[in-house]
């Protein structure tokens, strides 16, 4: 009994102790807790810096650490806060800290993407207020060994950029619906640089919806393999901030840049071989010199980098620009725009007001949306290629009396290192006066492909245009002008430039002008024609066929060239001494001269000819026509300007000219011509020989072989004809002009000689009966022509030769004559045989036709001793008598063929 009392006691008092034991532990435990949530700052400030001491890292202050305990939370901790934590860091300390560690690796030939660990099931919430960073013994940029090619990046001011404090404020992690979400913002000298947010999203993009088990049963596996768990890091600043810094930085930039910069990264935590990022800038917009260059522009550029050996590459780049506002170029921004792109300031001299002609302000619009896409082939860096869908601009003219623009676009564009391809368009709208002294409105549109590979020696560059068109409201150069005037490619044409030479290629074009005048005399209403050519490096070939209202025209064209180089002006260069060793003269390509020919294949008389050169009042000349021109213009030598000859004919089968009528007609003519100046209405001097001859001319009389040959000449502006030969035959003998020079076309003076002419067959023209004469004529009759009225004054005829004999025999008039008056009977038998050694008229001819002779004949009869002179005047329309015998003619022939149909 009493054994078992003393184990009892034994007992109790063990247990006592236990519970003493036990409750001081709990005690211990409890002040060792409320020690260290007493002195948890003082804990925390001491063991961080222990271990971060040697990398020259001190926590100068830490303030306003909390924690907040939730009993159903784990470990009963739900947030973790700090107002404030203030950092020192000594960079020359921890760089030579962290130089001191050997953390160098053998090379290998690949890299293993790295992972980040699991999170946790559970981390309690945490807020930082704010982390000021202090730093001390900044690096020292040596700018010296840095090359720049501007004068800004020369000054540097670091101290002004205060680097030496960094705040990092409202540091953020908690879950939010269950995914673990990281924030903080970075902040420089009162400014806000950065905000940052990590968190994990879940990627179902790989869920298919329509893929549901009909037994209701699910596949976790399958569920988390489509279900890709990614941390996602999305970085936003203010670029007005970065602005402002760097223009502390770099006093001498002067360029200010607003807006907002988004950058976002995807990655998977568990293999991080391939990192998606996408950089957004919303509302962009730069200035310099406080002028605005880009305003409102909101660009988007993402990719994916995959890891490829030791390399991050881009599995391909898209970059996309939804909004841009225009670009305004003026007198005020040109020399911003110059300096910010280090373009040579004298392209703003075209904006002042002194220029000729002076440019109006410039409004450059982007074509948008604007997308474009870089991508590597087969993850190798030698085989990327970029792709664009829309790529072009407008740039507008801002002038009040005409419209200027120019509109670029590549529809479809490819590059890759070997070659550059395209599909491209080219719109331009502008008057000429703005690059030549001749104010033409015109319009410019096309559209084709381009083709460029390259090489390391060479470019091979291969422009097809598949449509073009070029249209011009008016022309007016000199005395020349037109309207509307059209130019078209018939066919697509390709360009091939390899080695930096434009080789041979082919065209056909079309072109249209209407409304055209030339010397305010030539008027062509429509002009159309078609053209084919070749452009080589020594000459530019076209053939063209026209159409000039009624005209028909042929021409081939060549325009010979010269490359004029610096090898060409050597010799010029040394003897003139006036440009230094190390100036280059650039190639140039320049028109030596102009030749080739015209032809106007057989057809009418042009009107444009007829209009400018009328025939004569009455004349009917339904002729066709053929001529050539063959020409040659120098243009840079200081020889004639235009040399040309020219070659022709006309043919004829009939004209009339009043009531006279020539058959059979053919003339031909050889011309030269030239001009010193440019100026042809001017300078133009032109000779031309003309020779023709009409089988026969009918006035009533028929004149046979009528030939003509003369001289035209044009100089001066005027025109002037040089008659060396107009002759015919009738009457058996010869009827011919004598030389006469025509300077006025409107009143021709001339001489028109007869020679040989026969008398009995001019006699037979009055149808006489029982008179015969013999004997030859000859005349000498002065004219007048006053348009298509001839007139002829003191003309004379006479006996050509020994003289002749008339005979008078059972004539009607004479013997009525003779019984009627007595008086003159003797008279009358003495020319019954009369034997004339003189016999001579004078002639007046008037337009009417009236013609007045004066006849005197001396002579004698074998009957009568005594010699015989015999006077006679006579006046008749020899118009009226021609005519009569046209109409007996035409009476004798329709009677004949009524007697032998």
């Not at 002194?354 to 190798?380: C, H, W, Y």
Request: glycine share 4%; net charge negative.
């Amino acid at each position: 009994m009493s054994a078992s009392n003393n184990t009892y006691k034994k007992t109790a008092t063990s247990s006592n102790k236990l519970r003493i034991w036990s409750l001081s532990l709990l005690i211990l435990m409890l002040l060792s807790v409320a020690v260290s949530l007493v002195y948890r700052e003082r804990i925390i400030v001491t063991v961080t810096n222990h271990f971060a001491a040697p990398y020259g890292i001190k926590v100068a202050t830490l303030n306003g650490f909390a924690v907040q305990f939730d009993l159903q939370q784990p470990f009963f901790i739900e947030t973790v806060t700090l107002e404030q934590l203030v950092l020192h860091v000594d960079y020359l300390q921890f760089k030579k800290t962290i130089q001191g560690q050997d953390f160098r690796v053998e090379t290998q030939s690949g890299t293993t993407p790295f992972t980040l660990p699991d999170l946790p099931n559970w981390i309690p919430d945490l807020h930082i207020g704010n982390i000021t960073v202090q730093g001390s013994h900044l690096p020292q940029f040596n700018l010296e060994q840095r090359h720049f090619k501007t004068n800004v990046f020369q000054v540097i001011d670091l101290k002004a950029l205060d680097l030496n404090s960094i705040a990092i404020k409202d540091i953020d992690f908690k879950y939010m619906a269950d995914v673990p979400e990281f924030g903080f913002s970075v902040w420089q000298a009162g400014h806000n640089l950065f905000e940052v947010k990590l968190n994990y999203i879940v990627d179902n993009n790989n869920v298919d919806g329509n893929n549901v088990d009909i037994n209701g049963d699910s596949d976790s596996d399958s569920d988390r393999a489509d279900n890709q768990a990614l941390i996602k890091v999305q970085l936003t600043t203010d670029l007005t901030n970065i602005s402002a810094i760097a223009n502390k930085l770099l006093p001498d930039l002067s360029t200010a840049i607003v807006g907002t910069a988004t950058l976002e990264t995807r990655f998977d935590p568990q293999l991080i071989d391939n990192v998606a990022v996408k950089l957004s800038l919303s509302n962009l917009g730069m200035s310099h010199h406080q002028q605005t260059m880009i305003a409102n522009a909101d660009v988007t550029v993402d990719t994916v980098l995959v890891l490829e050996g030791i390399n991050w590459l881009p599995e391909h780049v898209n970059l996309n620009i939804a909004h841009i506002d225009p670009i305004n170029l003026t007198t005020d921004t040109c020399a911003s725009y110059t300096q910010l792109f280090n373009i040579d300031n004298t392209a703003c001299q075209s904006f002042n007001k002194e220029a000729s002609p002076t440019l109006a302000p410039i409004v450059i619009t982007p074509a948008l949306p604007l997308s474009l896409q870089f991508s590597i082939q087969e993850r190798d860096i030698q085989r990327w290629e970029v792709q664009a869908t829309q790529l072009g601009m407008k740039v507008q003219m801002l002038d009040k009396t005409a419209k200027n623009s120019v509109v670029v676009k590549v529809h479809k564009l490819q590059l890759t290192p070997q070659s550059w391809q395209g599909d491209w368009s080219f719109a331009v709208i502008t008057n000429s006066h703005y690059v030549s002294d001749i104010h033409v409105p015109v319009q410019l549109n096309s559209q084709g492909h381009i083709d460029v590979n390259t090489s390391e020696s060479a470019m091979n560059i291969n422009v097809t245009i598949n449509e073009a068109a070029f249209t011009a409201q008016k022309f007016n150069y000199m005395d020349i002008s037109s309207e509307n005037i059209q130019i078209a490619l018939l066919a697509p044409m390709t360009v091939n430039i390899d080695k930096g030479e434009v080789q041979p290629f082919d065209f056909a074009l079309s072109t249209a002008l209407f409304n055209n005048r030339y010397q305010r005399g030539y008027k062509i209403d429509r002009l159309t024609a078609q053209h084919r050519g070749r452009v080589s490096a020594k000459a530019i070939n076209i053939s063209s066929d026209w159409q000039l209202d009624d005209v028909v025209l042929k021409t081939e064209n060549t325009m010979a060239l010269a490359n004029l180089n610096s090898s060409d002006l050597s010799s010029n260069k040394m003897s003139s001494n006036k440009m230094s060793s190390n100036q280059k003269t650039p190639n140039k390509v320049t028109v030596n001269k102009l030749f080739g020919y015209v032809l106007f294949q057989e057809q009418s008389i042009p009107s444009l000819i007829m209009d400018k050169y009328p025939l004569p009042v009455g004349l009917n000349l339904p002729a066709r026509v053929t001529n050539r021109l063959d020409y040659q213009v120098m243009l840079n030598e200081p020889q004639r300007y235009l040399t040309a000859s020219m070659s022709g004919g006309l043919t004829a089968e009939y004209s009339t000219f009043n009531e006279i009528t020539a058959n059979d007609i053919n003339a031909t003519w050889t011309c030269s011509i030239v001009a010193d100046k440019p100026d042809l209405a001017s300078s133009l001097n032109a000779k031309c020989n003309i020779n023709s001859d009409i089988s026969s001319v009918d006035m009533g009389p028929v004149a046979t072989d009528v030939n003509f040959s003369g001289l035209v000449s044009f100089a001066d502006e005027k025109l002037q004809l040089a008659v060396d030969n107009a002759s015919a035959q009738a009457f058996s003998g010869t009827i011919s002009v004598l030389p006469l020079l025509i300077t006025d076309f409107d009143h021709i003076v001339g001489q028109l000689q007869v020679r040989n002419l026969s008398l009995p067959e001019v006699l037979e023209l009055y149808n006489v009966p029982g008179v015969k004469v013999t004997g030859l004529l000859k005349a000498d009759l002065p004219f007048i022509v006053q348009g298509a009225a001839i007139s002829i004054t003191d003309g004379s005829i006479e006996q050509q030769g020994v003289g002749g004999v008339i005979q008078i025999k059972d004539n009607v008039t004479i013997e009525q004559l003779k019984l009627t008056q007595p008086q003159l009977r003797y008279a009358l038998e003495l020319l019954e045989n009369l034997h004339y050694d003189s016999l001579h008229s004078d002639v007046d001819y008037k337009p009417s036709g009236d013609i007045k002779l004066t006849i005197n004949i001396k002579g004698h009869n074998p009957s009568v001793a005594r010699p015989i002179e015999f006077n006679y005047s006579h006046e008749e329309n020899i118009l009226q008598l021609f005519r009569s015998l046209r109409i007996n003619d035409a009476l004798y022939d329709a009677l004949d063929q009524m007697n032998n149909p």
